[in-house]
């Protein structure tokens, strides 16, 4: 399994990004998705999860209520929406997987945000929040 990244790039303080992670060729309700980022010189931090069936989530403190997740899986894709973005979240964003599992996931623990359960992981995502 391969998970692929999109969507980040430059933008001003204040905006909003989107980045969209997918597997290519594989179906990913199975698994649960988190979002993670380094920023130069500092630890891989969590930033957030998602269950398989979309119906439980976590976010780290730095970005509750101004991130968003949803997955579509129809189109086998979850999304990290970004808003009220700070010069804070300039980093590299990943995205990993963390399954299969049996039974689609339909719950999340706050542990789906260290990141040593998940399996598979992008290549990253460049975010930049800079005026």
């Known amino acids: 399994l391969q998970v692929v990244e999109s969507g980040g790039g430059l933008v001003q303080p204040g905006g909003s990004l989107r980045l969209s992670c997918a597997a290519p060729?594989?179906?990913?309700?199975?698994?649960?998705i988190g979002w993670f980022r380094q920023a130069p010189g500092k630890e891989r931090e969590g930033v957030s999860c998602i269950s398989g069936s979309g119906g439980s989530t976590n976010f780290a403190d730095s970005v509750k209520g101004r991130f968003a997740i949803s997955r579509d899986n129809a189109k086998n894709t979850i999304y990290l929406q970004m808003n009220s973005l700070e010069p804070e979240d300039t980093a590299v964003y990943y995205c990993?997987?963390?399954?299969?599992?049996?039974?689609?996931?339909?719950?999340?623990?706050?542990?789906?945000?260290?990141?040593?359960?998940?399996?598979?992981w992008g290549q990253g995502t460049q975010v930049t929040v800079s005026s």
């Open positions: 060729g594989f179906i990913l309700d199975h698994y649960i």
């Open positions: 990993a997987a963390n399954g299969p599992y049996f039974n689609v996931p339909d719950t999340v623990q706050a542990m789906c945000l260290m990141g040593h359960d998940y399996d598979y």
